[in-house]
């Protein structure tokens, strides 16, 4: 690859507990955050009142305004690992169709067409190669740059269109009212979608205070925030057993519980922690178990809800945050609230 006389930035993907470089990827984007106040510059007021630190600012600054079109890009997951690099396309957006990246709001966007990526197994290098911290950073000399030359780009990568962005998460909004009559339609008794609706809000406000007052051990994310929710859809305490054999909240399709009659592994994680990474500790937990067919992970606000494929593959099928209830999920293609909520209750068949 000739970078000579380009400018070359560095910018972060997650980490091992929260990897969205995939999403990147998929959708042709980096992104920044906190992104949730509005575009930059007008968001600046609104970080410094957020107590966000000159240094966050700056970073933003960098992405909003110094990377150009035609910059190359090396995105980073983690410490140490590079899945891709790219070409910045195009000016800085604001774009709402990122503000749930599995919790976080990544709203700041730039768009980058990727010209050589390896997710499965991404480019390795020591710790002190790549540049720690900031989201957004320059680079210089070093190893990177060195690989980064040895590159051979095919040229009908340079010629790829980008890909079309996913919908903004408030075009697809879905009231409370609206999900009932979709349970209801769907065979939810009466009494559950009511205690549904009354526990919607109630969690909901839970959940905000505790954000505000400190955040839930992962006990008490389950006591107060997903056994109510699994009660309200159906579920009864005979069906459902905490910590059993290290799953932290097991459902059973009927009794007496055990691996023949366990149907869903609900994983549950501290509030703002990832969820959907939670996958892989599902899975070990749902090996070797035939007739569970779904995964429920969650932080007790947002949830997602793995489901069995033909391949006996498990794929995300759904996913739902209860502070914005949508009927889709653009930015993880997947069904939204409704469908998320119907997947979690007791009558729930596979489609």
């Known amino acids: 690859m000739d970078i000579a006389k380009k400018k070359i930035w560095q910018q972060a993907s997650g980490d091992t507990d929260r990897n969205y470089s995939d999403l990147c990827i998929k959708w042709d984007v980096i992104l920044n955050g906190p992104g949730k106040p509005c575009k930059w510059p007008e ?151 009511t205690n549904l609706v009354n526990e919607i809000g109630e969690l909901s406000r839970i959940a905000k205070w505790y954000q505000r007052a400190g955040m839930p051990s992962e006990h008490e994310t389950v006591a107060y925030l997903v056994v109510p929710l699994l009660r309200a859809l159906g579920w009864t305490p005979q069906r459902m057993a905490v910590e059993w054999n290290r799953v932290d909240l097991a459902l059973f399709e009927r009794l007496p519980r055990g691996d023949q009659t366990l149907r869903v592994v609900v994983e549950a994680k501290k509030m703002d922690n990832s969820c959907l990474t939670a996958k892989s500790q599902a899975l070990a937990y749902a090996d070797g178990k035939a007739n569970c067919h779904r995964l429920i992970v969650t932080d007790g606000l947002r949830y997602g809800v793995f489901v069995r494929n033909d391949q006996e593959e498990f794929h995300l099928y759904a996913y739902m945050n209860l502070t914005r209830l949508r009927r889709h999920c653009g930015v993880y293609d997947c069904r939204g609230a409704e469908d998320a909520l119907l997947a979690m209750a007791p009558e729930w068949k596979l489609p």
């Open 43 to 193: 968001c600046v007021p609104f970080l410094r009142a957020d107590n966000r630190s000159s240094r966050k600012i700056t970073d933003l600054r960098r992405f909003a305004e110094e990377m150009t079109d035609g910059d190359l890009v090396v995105l980073r997951l983690g410490t140490s690992l590079v899945p891709a690099v790219g070409q910045v396309v195009g000016p800085y957006e604001w774009h709402d169709g990122f503000g749930d990246i599995d919790g976080w709001d990544l709203q700041h966007v730039r768009r980058v067409r990727w010209l050589w990526t390896n997710s499965e197994t991404p480019k390795v290098f020591s710790t002190y190669d790549l540049k720690q911290g900031d989201t957004t950073q320059r680079l210089s000399e070093g190893p990177v740059m060195k690989w980064l030359s040895s590159l051979h780009i095919a040229e009908s990568a340079h010629q790829r269109p980008l890909a079309t962005l996913p919908d903004a998460l408030d075009s697809d909004a879905i009231s409370v009212p609206e999900i009932s009559e979709f349970l209801f339609d769907h065979g939810v008794a009466s009494a559950s979608i």
